[in-house]
């Protein structure tokens, strides 16, 4: 085994560990509306705040730490479509798996948010 | 169609947030501006103060996102990377924080454990020692609660060796003998049972005995029927009232019987000193407010009877909190270690900046290029100090586990303290204390460094073909830490050096008597069966003869109380014939000898003769007093033949002055003797004695041999404390010990790490200016001349060091005064030898890189 290979190995390991620890956390009912958003379609920030009634404030952080915490990923416009559409390229935001479940086990602790649409989440589990 | 006013209204509201993206971090400042350009376009310009305030909101969280676990992960997981790619260096600079912070916490482990936790009692800073270089007989305790506004309670206790018998054989065990009061003062109750109530006092009445954890466990198996049980002291049956918890550790550490003065209302001498009192203070009242009223008390006792209370008492009638009354002793050396340790971890601090330093020469490529990638300043500073804060940890991890051994090395050399037998252990104080100084470490060495290497000129390391240049200013602040380290080593090895002079000389004081195989032990009557004064003076007569016929041993003598202990029975005295203002007012020391014992200590006559097997109880009272007496009680006039009385003997009756001998240290090895009178066994029986054997071979030898005999004379008789003198002496010595032994490690691990720093700092530039020596080498230098450049590098550095600690030794070597006998703190043989032998050892150390140099082969670094 070669000590060096076996170290990183085990850093990476803990770091891993951690992020998840971190990621155990419960959601606010602002990461979860706006999850809730993206899962209804919902991809850039303006829409969002539209959508969900918080504001610019709350959605552009918010979004950074769904996204530093893997729950949704983002990527810029490109930037042909923007110019066909006469506007600056915009940022859209995605729901990635992690989103999606995190999402699905959320939800029913805010039920104001449960007339989402059922084909937009994943199956719950059966045991 | 958009119009002109909303075209300009556009243009202003992009620059309102183009001038904010300056705010955000500089790697996220594009991303940030398309993301809010888009935000406007998308809002139609409407709604812009919300916008603005949600963009300055989305900058604060970048910043906040930046400096979060999350990210600060990111760094920790980089850092370990770039760490463990150079184990080597990992492991050096591991080691020498695990040294210094390893040192540091053990020794700040024994600072808290004896000077800064409280006592084990309630509230124990309301414990005070009252008068406590005054010992009291229990009649006293109602003058001493006179002042009873500033106490709550006021309890007298007395050291007392307890004999348990009855059982197979006699078991010696230490205890107190107390007042009921004390329960009340120390706060402490009993996890079984009761505490004395204010009649078991009376005589009668006063068969009952508190015991500790311990015993309760070995004699009674834990049963909390124990109390009501019985146990035999001294052939006695004692009631066991209560049990105390095993944190109850007093007057000293392994008390495990408590049992209650008795005060006989029929004997009323002042001078039966024997017991120490200790109050609690008022609640509300500080124990410096109860130190005046008691001095205010004190006047007025010394008034009315000045007698009693003469001047030499009022100097001593303070009261002091308890703890600072029992580390009196250690609190200076303690302090002054921890001082030397923290400048232990300087050193090893200073250490670690200049390998890092170092080090940061090789990662300047690294580190431009991730400036080039647009890192700032902050940025690469940061990840620079996780890195040095991930070796601290690493460091503080390996310490602990080393400061773990440590406490257990350095304990031994702590005086028996009632606070540290359990406080002494790395708990989480001491941890939240290890952390702190590992978060100082690692801002200590990895600022500079990476200061340092923060300002590397990314244009000049990506242009030219080899990085790592030479940044003068890099090697001049190594050299500047190499320099402090080696100064700070250099005080610390010369006080370690007086420290160990100081050693030299008290070794080599005259204690007045020959301690080399002689073997010592406390022999203990049991009083229940030697009441009378006959009985003791056959059984102790018995006991001696029985010694003495055991082979190999040349004398018998015995002495109620051990030299060189603090332990002391010391009336006032008078002289017959002398006016009573012409009287000698301090007390003096008073023992109680067989005749042999001068001889088997080997203590020298000086005039008249010594005591005889003829001065019994029939014959005239006579003493033997010691120079000391002579020259303070008789202004060195003879003493032979004068009579002198004391508090100890019956009243109107004088002892005459038969001989004179020679001093013998008391209490301690640096004291000098004070006057003394001896007086025989036979005329002043005692139910206990030190008795001394002088054997021709080995003192510990004779241990099983002299308990054997002993035993013969009577299976009830306790023997206690049976060791060699010298281990007694050696005992005294300790308390030098302890900052000498302390001190001599400390000094030589700053030691070794300063001449590691100027060695180190030697090889780093031999290594940098290897291609340069393969030239000269090569033009003709001579690797001799080579070797005499580097060794002379060094040695400046070692000797502007050296001579800088020097000058701050002469400064600081005050403070060391005190813990110092018989050698100046300025000492210029020892602050010169100190300065020389460690220029050789630098010399030495800087010998290695100066032969690497001279060996570089020229082909190989022109070839490169």
Same mark, same amino acid.
């Given at each position: 085994?070669?000590?060096?290979?076996?170290?990183?190995?085990?850093?990476?390991?803990?770091?891993?560990?951690?992020?998840?620890?971190?990621?155990?956390?419960?959601?606010?009912?602002?990461?979860?509306?706006?999850?809730?958003?993206?899962?209804?379609?919902?991809?850039?920030?303006?829409?969002?705040?539209?959508?969900?009634?918080?504001?610019?404030?709350?959605?552009? *952080?918010?979004?950074?730490?769904?996204?530093?915490?893997?729950?949704?990923?983002?990527?810029?416009?490109?930037?042909?479509?923007?110019?066909?559409?006469?506007?600056?390229?915009?940022?859209?935001?995605?729901?990635?798996?992690?989103?999606?479940?995190?999402?699905?086990?959320?939800?029913?602790?805010?039920?104001?948010?449960?007339?989402?649409?059922?084909?937009?989440?994943?199956?719950?589990?059966?045991? | 169609?958009?119009?002109?006013?909303?075209?300009?209204?556009?243009?202003?509201?992009?620059?309102?947030?183009?001038?904010?993206?300056?705010?955000?971090?500089?790697?996220?400042?594009?991303?940030?501006?398309?993301?809010?350009?888009?935000?406007?376009?998308?809002?139609?310009?409407?709604?812009?103060?919300?916008?603005?305030?949600?963009?300055?909101?989305?900058?604060?969280?970048?910043?906040?996102?930046?400096?979060?676990?999350?990210?600060?992960?990111?760094?920790?997981?980089?850092?370990?990377?770039?760490?463990?790619?150079?184990?080597?260096? +990992?492991?050096?600079?591991?080691?020498?924080?695990?040294?210094? /912070?390893?040192?540091?916490?053990?020794?700040?482990?024994?600072?808290?454990?004896?000077?800064?936790?409280?006592?084990?009692?309630?509230?124990?800073?309301?414990?005070?020692?009252?008068?406590?270089?005054?010992?009291?007989?229990?009649?006293?305790?109602?003058?001493?609660?006179?002042?009873?506004? @500033?106490?709550?309670?006021?309890?007298?206790?007395?050291?007392?060796?307890?004999?348990?018998?009855?059982?197979?054989?006699?078991?010696?065990?230490?205890?107190?003998?107390?007042?009921?009061?004390?329960?009340?003062?120390?706060?402490?109750?009993?996890?079984?049972?009761?505490?004395?109530?204010?009649?078991?006092?009376?005589?009668?009445?006063?068969?009952?005995?508190?015991?500790?954890?311990?015993?309760?466990?070995?004699?009674?198996?834990?049963?909390?029927?124990?109390?009501?049980?019985?146990?035999?002291?001294?052939?006695? +049956?004692?009631?066991?009232?209560?049990?105390?918890?095993?944190?109850?550790?007093?007057?000293?550490?392994?008390?495990?019987?408590?049992?209650?003065?008795?005060?006989?209302?029929?004997?009323?001498?002042?001078?039966?000193?024997?017991?120490?009192?200790?109050?609690?203070?008022?609640?509300?009242?500080?124990?410096?407010?109860?130190?005046?009223?008691?001095?205010?008390?004190?006047?007025?006792?010394?008034?009315?009877?000045?007698?009693?209370?003469?001047?030499?008492?009022?100097?001593?009638?303070?009261?002091? *909190?308890? %703890?600072?009354?029992?580390?009196?002793?250690? %609190?200076?050396?303690?302090?002054?270690?921890?001082?030397?340790?923290?400048?232990?971890?300087?050193?090893?601090?200073?250490?670690?900046?200049?390998?890092?330093?170092?080090?940061?020469?090789?990662?300047?490529?690294?580190?431009?290029?991730?400036?080039?990638?647009?890192?700032?300043? *902050?940025?690469?500073?940061?990840?620079?100090?996780?890195?040095?804060?991930?070796?601290?940890?690493?460091?503080?991890?390996?310490?602990?586990?080393?400061?773990?051994?440590?406490?257990?090395?350095?304990?031994?050399?702590?005086?028996?303290?009632?606070?540290?037998?359990?406080?002494?252990?790395?708990?989480?104080?001491?941890?939240?204390?290890?952390?702190?100084?590992?978060?100082?470490?690692?801002?200590?060495?990895?600022?500079?460094?990476?200061?340092?290497?923060?300002?590397?000129?990314?244009? @000049?390391?990506?242009?030219?073909?080899?990085?790592?240049?030479?940044?003068?200013?890099?090697?001049?602040?190594?050299?500047?830490?190499?320099?402090?380290?080696?100064?700070? @080593?250099?005080?610390?090895?010369?006080?370690?050096?007086?420290?160990?002079?100081?050693?030299?000389?008290?070794?080599?004081?005259?204690?007045?008597? +020959?301690?080399?195989?002689?073997?010592?032990?406390?022999?203990?009557?049991?009083?229940?069966?030697?009441?009378?004064?006959?009985?003791?003076?056959?059984?102790?007569?018995?006991?001696? %003869?029985?010694?003495?016929?055991?082979?190999?041993?040349?004398?018998?003598?015995?002495?109620?109380?051990?030299?060189?202990?603090?332990?002391?029975?010391?009336?006032?005295?008078?002289?017959?014939?002398?006016?009573?203002?012409?009287?000698? %007012?301090?007390?003096?020391?008073?023992?109680?000898?067989?005749?042999?014992?001068?001889?088997?200590?080997?203590?020298?006559?000086?005039?008249?003769?010594?005591?005889?097997?003829?001065?019994?109880?029939?014959?005239?009272?006579?003493?033997?007093?010691?120079?000391?007496?002579?020259?303070?009680?008789?202004?060195?006039?003879?003493?032979?033949?004068?009579?002198?009385?004391?508090?100890?003997?019956?009243?109107?009756?004088?002892?005459?002055?038969?001989?004179?001998?020679?001093?013998?240290?008391?209490?301690?090895?640096?004291?000098?003797?004070?006057?003394? /009178?001896?007086?025989?066994?036979?005329?002043?029986?005692?139910?206990?004695?030190?008795?001394?054997?002088?054997?021709?071979?080995?003192?510990?030898?004779?241990?099983?041999?002299?308990?054997?005999?002993?035993?013969?004379?009577?299976?009830?008789?306790?023997?206690?404390?049976?060791?060699?003198? @010298?281990?007694?002496?050696?005992?005294?010595?300790?308390?030098?010990?302890?900052?000498?032994?302390?001190?001599?490690?400390?000094?030589?691990?700053?030691?070794?790490?300063?001449?590691?720093?100027?060695?180190?700092?030697?090889?780093?530039?031999?290594?940098?200016?290897?291609?340069?020596?393969?030239?000269?080498?090569?033009?003709?230098?001579?690797?001799?001349?080579?070797?005499?450049?580097?060794?002379?590098?060094?040695?400046?550095?070692?000797?502007?060091?050296?001579?800088?600690?020097?000058?701050?030794?002469?400064?600081?070597?005050?403070?060391?005064?005190?813990?110092?006998?018989?050698?100046?703190?300025?000492?210029?043989?020892?602050?010169?030898?100190?300065?020389?032998?460690?220029?050789?050892?630098?010399?030495?150390?800087?010998?290695?890189?100066?032969?690497?140099?001279?060996?570089?082969?020229?082909?190989?670094?022109?070839?490169?």
């Amino acid at each position: 085994v070669d000590p060096a290979a076996a170290s990183y190995l085990y850093c990476d390991m803990t770091y891993v560990v951690l992020r998840l620890l971190i990621m155990r956390r419960r959601l606010a009912y602002s990461a979860v509306a706006i999850l809730h958003a993206l899962a209804n379609g919902h991809r850039h920030g303006f829409d969002i705040i539209a959508s969900t009634g918080l504001t610019s404030a709350t959605v552009y *952080p918010t979004l950074g730490k769904l996204e530093s915490a893997g729950f949704v990923s983002s990527a810029w416009e490109l930037p042909n479509t923007a110019q066909k559409a006469k506007r600056p390229p915009r940022r859209y935001y995605e729901l990635r798996p992690a989103g999606k479940r995190a999402l699905a086990e959320s939800l029913d602790r805010f039920r104001v948010l449960q007339s989402v649409p059922r084909r937009l989440l994943p199956k719950p589990e059966r045991p | 169609v958009i119009g002109r006013p909303r075209v300009a209204r556009r243009r202003r509201v992009d620059s309102i947030f183009r001038g904010l993206s300056r705010l955000a971090p500089r790697w996220r400042r594009d991303d940030w501006l398309g993301e809010w350009l888009a935000e406007i376009e998308a809002a139609g310009a409407t709604r812009i103060a919300s916008l603005v305030f949600g963009a300055f909101a989305h900058v604060v969280w970048l910043w906040r996102h930046e400096w979060s676990i999350d990210m600060i992960g990111t760094d920790v997981r980089y850092a370990l990377r770039t760490i463990l790619r150079r184990p080597a260096f +990992a492991l050096t600079v591991t080691m020498t924080i695990a040294v210094g /912070i390893g040192a540091t916490t053990a020794m700040f482990t024994i600072v808290d454990a004896v000077l800064l936790r409280a006592l084990p009692f309630p509230q124990a800073d309301r414990v005070a020692a009252i008068w406590p270089r005054v010992t009291f007989s229990p009649h006293e305790l109602d003058d001493a609660q006179r002042p009873r506004d @500033a106490f709550e309670a006021i309890g007298a206790y007395s050291g007392w060796g307890f004999t348990l018998t009855g059982g197979t054989a006699a078991e010696a065990i230490d205890g107190a003998r107390i007042t009921p009061q004390l329960l009340p003062v120390l706060g402490v109750q009993p996890i079984v049972g009761r505490w004395f109530d204010a009649t078991t006092v009376q005589p009668g009445r006063d068969r009952v005995a508190l015991i500790g954890e311990g015993l309760w466990r070995r004699r009674f198996g834990g049963d909390p029927a124990a109390v009501g049980g019985r146990l035999m002291i001294e052939g006695e +049956a004692y009631t066991v009232v209560g049990v105390m918890p095993a944190s109850f550790e007093f007057p000293a550490r392994r008390s495990e019987i408590w049992a209650p003065i008795t005060i006989d209302p029929s004997t009323g001498d002042y001078n039966a000193n024997f017991a120490q009192l200790i109050g609690r203070v008022t609640r509300g009242v500080s124990v410096e407010a109860a130190n005046s009223r008691m001095r205010v008390y004190a006047d007025e006792l010394h008034r009315s009877r000045p007698k009693e209370f003469g001047t030499n008492f009022l100097e001593r009638a303070v009261v002091v *909190p308890l %703890q600072s009354q029992l580390v009196l002793t250690v %609190q200076k050396p303690l302090w002054l270690l921890l001082v030397a340790v923290g400048v232990l971890l300087i050193i090893a601090c200073a250490n670690t900046a200049h390998l890092l330093l170092a080090r940061s020469g090789s990662r300047e490529g690294e580190i431009a290029i991730r400036a080039a990638l647009g890192a700032t300043r *902050p940025r690469i500073i940061r990840q620079l100090l996780v890195e040095s804060l991930v070796l601290a940890i690493a460091g503080g991890a390996a310490g602990i586990l080393f400061a773990h051994w440590l406490v257990g090395v350095f304990l031994p050399f702590v005086p028996d303290l009632p606070q540290i037998s359990r406080a002494a252990v790395i708990d989480p104080r001491v941890m939240g204390f290890t952390v702190l100084v590992v978060l100082s470490c690692a801002t200590l060495f990895g600022l500079t460094p990476a200061l340092q290497a923060s300002r590397t000129d990314v244009h @000049a390391v990506l242009g030219s073909s080899r990085g790592g240049g030479r940044s003068p200013r890099r090697a001049r602040i190594g050299r500047a830490l190499v320099w402090a380290e080696v100064a700070l @080593a250099t005080t610390l090895v010369v006080s370690a050096a007086l420290l160990g002079r100081s050693y030299v000389h008290l070794t080599a004081v005259d204690l007045g008597f +020959a301690p080399d195989r002689v073997l010592t032990l406390r022999v203990s009557a049991p009083e229940f069966r030697y009441r009378e004064d006959d009985q003791l003076r056959v059984l102790f007569d018995d006991v001696l %003869q029985r010694l003495r016929r055991v082979p190999g041993v040349v004398a018998v003598g015995a002495i109620h109380l051990l030299p060189l202990t603090p332990d002391n029975w010391n009336p006032g005295v008078r002289v017959d014939g002398v006016p009573e203002a012409d009287q000698y %007012q301090p007390d003096v020391n008073w023992r109680v000898v067989t005749p042999d014992y001068f001889r088997t200590m080997g203590i020298p006559t000086r005039t008249g003769r010594l005591l005889t097997d003829a001065d019994d109880q029939r014959a005239t009272p006579v003493a033997i007093v010691n120079d000391a007496f002579v020259h303070a009680v008789f202004h060195d006039r003879s003493a032979v033949g004068q009579r002198i009385r004391t508090g100890f003997e019956a009243k109107g009756t004088w002892t005459t002055v038969v001989g004179v001998v020679g001093d013998v240290r008391q209490h301690s090895v640096d004291q000098p003797s004070l006057p003394e /009178i001896y007086r025989p066994f036979a005329q002043h029986p005692l139910s206990s004695l030190r008795v001394m054997v002088r054997v021709t071979g080995e003192a510990g030898a004779a241990g099983l041999a002299a308990r054997a005999a002993v035993a013969e004379v009577d299976r009830d008789i306790a023997i206690a404390d049976l060791q060699p003198l @010298a281990a007694v002496v050696d005992h005294a010595l300790g308390g030098a010990k302890l900052p000498l032994i302390l001190s001599a490690l400390f000094s030589t691990a700053a030691m070794a790490l300063g001449v590691i720093g100027v060695a180190g700092i030697l090889s780093f530039d031999v290594a940098e200016r290897r291609a340069e020596i393969g030239l000269r080498l090569a033009l003709g230098a001579r690797p001799a001349e080579i070797r005499r450049q580097f060794l002379a590098r060094g040695l400046r550095l070692g000797v502007a060091g050296v001579a800088a600690g020097s000058f701050v030794a002469l400064g600081v070597g005050g403070v060391l005064r005190s813990l110092l006998f018989g050698v100046s703190p300025t000492d210029p043989a020892t602050i010169v030898a100190v300065s020389g032998t460690f220029v050789l050892v630098i010399a030495a150390g800087a010998y290695i890189p100066a032969r690497a140099a001279s060996r570089v082969d020229p082909l190989n670094t022109l070839r490169t």
